[in-house]
């Protein structure tokens, strides 16, 4: 958790929506959301479906 109480990623998830970014690499492996459940809330959002987007597994 973060220290206002939401989760880290949705903490990430409003900076993207908010921010420039064009690229994201995404753990598959998020202690609170897994990777694949983020990338399916970015491509579900106008402001970040066009991000490119890399998994990262371990």
């Known amino acids: 958790m973060s220290r206002?109480?939401?989760?880290?990623?949705?903490?990430?998830?409003?900076?993207?929506?908010?921010e420039d970014?064009?690229?994201?690499?995404?753990?598959?492996g998020l202690p609170d959301?897994?990777?694949y459940g983020l990338a399916k809330?970015?491509?579900?959002?106008t402001r970040t479906e066009y991000l490119l987007l890399m998994a990262l597994t371990g």
């Open 4 to 18: 206002n109480g939401r989760s880290l990623c949705e903490d990430a998830f409003d900076r993207v929506a908010k």
């Open 33 to 35: 959301l897994d990777g």
């Open 21 to 28: 970014i064009q690229v994201i690499v995404l753990n598959m």
């Open 41 to 45: 809330q970015l491509r579900a959002n």
